[in-house]
């Protein structure tokens, strides 16, 4: 089985500066998808940025970017140019690429963001 | 696109009562996906839907749950005899099939809370 870990509970950024969350996964599969989840306070968990495994390009999404390394099983989000409406839950999260697998997801803990003005 | 819609948005329950919540799925998406999420932890896959089959229940749902998609477009998940230990947010997603890595889209959830 898979598992995803996010190593930091919490992470606090001042407004436009840079911050980096960590993400570990365990597979054994050579072909899956990683993505990162926002979930605001009260509102709906939302896709920033998704990862496939065979692309050794890492994904960018205009302030948000990954750096994706396969062997160390490490799917790490930086978010540039921090803004308050940055603050949320994040997740990070697996899925086999496998068609038995029913494209659901497994989850990390979650890294809960605070954004200082 | 109206999004994934979910009902009702909150459950307040006696413990040993049942409880049913429905998630209305995007229109045009054929998988739909039931999650429990406990405070301050990542969602916990319970179950997903092609269409009507159910595919795939996780060991997490117990045989007081049952989840139903009887013509492939909305979805109820039910609880009978709720525990304390059933209190939690339970999300719903869904998507579509055939889009490559199609991104799953998710509700607002139901919070229950059992008392």
């Known amino acids: 089985a898979q598992t995803v870990t996010q190593s930091q509970p919490e992470m606090s950024v001042q407004e436009a500066e840079t911050v980096t969350l960590s993400c570990t996964y365990d597979t054994s599969e050579s072909d899956y998808y990683l993505f990162w989840y926002k979930q605001p306070p009260s509102r709906q968990m939302i896709l920033v940025i998704r990862?496939?495994?065979?692309?050794?390009q890492n994904a960018t999404e205009n302030r948000f970017s990954v750096n994706f390394q396969k062997a160390a099983k490490s799917f790490s989000l930086k978010i540039s140019d921090s803004q308050l409406g940055d603050a949320a839950m994040y997740f990070c999260a697996y899925r086999s690429a496998l068609k038995t697998s029913g494209s659901r997801l497994t989850f990390g803990e979650g890294t809960q963001l605070t954004v200082n003005p | 696109d109206t999004g994934v819609s979910q009902d009702p948005r909150h459950k307040i329950t006696k413990r040993g009562q049942n409880v049913t919540f429905r998630c209305d799925p995007i229109?045009?998406?054929?998988?739909l996906y039931w999650y429990r999420q406990t405070l301050g932890q990542g969602p916990e896959f319970l179950t997903y839907f092609q269409n009507e089959a159910q595919l795939e229940k996780s060991r997490l749902l117990s045989d007081r749950f049952s989840a139903e998609r009887p013509k492939g477009s909305f979805s109820t998940l039910e609880i009978q005899r709720t525990e304390q230990g059933d209190s939690a947010m339970y999300l719903c997603a869904s998507s579509q099939t055939g889009q490559g890595v199609a991104p799953l889209h998710f509700g607002n959830g139901t919070r229950l809370t059992v008392t």
């Open positions: 990862q496939e495994a065979y692309k050794q």
């Open positions: 229109s045009e998406h054929n998988r």
